[in-house]
Each structure stands twice: as structure tokens, then as C-alpha cells.
């Protein structure tokens, strides 16, 4: 029998509730993406296509982590933002630097200019907001 005191704390109050709608968003949009993109033309830019596929399923276990609640989800969370936010400012540069090695875009290309810079944001905010409930749940 679970009691109140075994549930995790959320993660989702307030504007944690902003950042799940917003992975939500992003898990949809990079997942849709990607699966056309490699059912329908893979060759054409296969890197491009597995980075997209992958900023999906982070963005899904974000999102998952954020719901689920607790400190190991918390940490979890802050992990994969991490490598998000590394993800986004290395392909962003990648991009940039070489635009001839992706000849179709990521969700992370330009640092996601073509997500209105909601790739690079998005991480920043939500390692903001983790750490915040980790001090919130210390305190």
C-alpha cells in the first residue's frame, strides 16, 4: 500500500507544469519528424535523421522523468538536460561550422533556430527549475 509519504515529490508544480507541456511539444514534433524523414528519404541525410531521433526520445525521458517526480528522477532529469544542452550547442556548432555534413536539418541545427530556439532554451531552463526543486525539497 503506498501512502503519502512514499510518493515522490513532483517536479511539475507551477512551472515545472510549462516545461513537461513544452518536452511534450518537442517529443512529438522531433519523433514525427524523424520517423518520416527515416522511413521516407534516410539516405539522404542519415546523421541528421538519428540526431532528430534521439533529441526525441531525450526529450521523451525528460518529459517521463518530469511527471515521475522524485530525487532520482530529479537527478535523472538533470542529467539528460545536460547532455541535451551538449547535444544542441555541438551539432548547433557542428552546423554552423560544416553545413555540408548535414545536408538536411536536426532539431538541434542552428542551436534549433528552426524550433524558434526552443532546443537550447528549453535545457537551460529546465536544469534552472531542477535545481530549484531540489533546493525547494532540501530546504
Same mark, same amino acid.
Given at each position: 500500500?503506498?501512502?503519502?509519504?512514499?510518493?515522490? +515529490?513532483?517536479?511539475? =508544480?507551477?512551472?515545472? /507544469?510549462? #516545461? @513537461?507541456?513544452?518536452?511534450? *511539444?518537442?517529443? *512529438?514534433? +522531433?519523433?514525427? %519528424? !524523424? +520517423?518520416?524523414?527515416?522511413?521516407t528519404?534516410?539516405?539522404?541525410?542519415?546523421?541528421?535523421?538519428? #540526431? !532528430?531521433?534521439?533529441? =526525441?526520445? @531525450?526529450?521523451?525521458?525528460?518529459?517521463?522523468t518530469?511527471?515521475?517526480?522524485? &530525487?532520482?528522477? %530529479?537527478?535523472?532529469?538533470?542529467?539528460?538536460?545536460?547532455v &541535451?544542452?551538449?547535444?544542441? #550547442?555541438?551539432?548547433?556548432?557542428?552546423?554552423? *561550422? &560544416?553545413? !555540408?555534413?548535414?545536408?538536411?536539418?536536426?532539431?538541434?541545427?542552428?542551436?534549433? /533556430?528552426?524550433?524558434?530556439?526552443?532546443?537550447?532554451?528549453?535545457?537551460? !531552463?529546465? /536544469?534552472?527549475?531542477?535545481?530549484?526543486? %531540489?533546493?525547494?525539497?532540501?530546504?
Open positions: 500500500m503506498t501512502t503519502a509519504q512514499d510518493k515522490p +515529490a513532483r517536479l511539475i =508544480g507551477g512551472p515545472g /507544469m510549462l #516545461l @513537461v507541456w513544452f518536452y511534450g *511539444v518537442m517529443v *512529438v514534433g +522531433a519523433v514525427s %519528424r !524523424s +520517423a518520416y524523414q527515416i522511413a528519404d534516410f539516405q539522404r541525410a542519415p546523421l541528421a535523421y538519428s #540526431l !532528430s531521433a534521439v533529441a =526525441g526520445v @531525450v526529450y521523451g525521458f525528460i518529459t517521463y518530469l511527471v515521475r517526480g522524485g &530525487e532520482k528522477a %530529479r537527478r535523472a532529469a538533470l542529467v539528460c538536460c545536460a &541535451e544542452l551538449a547535444g544542441v #550547442l555541438i551539432v548547433g556548432t557542428w552546423t554552423v *561550422v &560544416e553545413p !555540408s555534413a548535414f545536408p538536411d536539418s536536426t532539431v538541434w541545427s542552428d542551436y534549433g /533556430m528552426g524550433y524558434v530556439f526552443i532546443p537550447v532554451l528549453l535545457p537551460l !531552463s529546465a /536544469m534552472y527549475w531542477l535545481r530549484r526543486a %531540489r533546493a525547494r525539497t532540501a530546504a
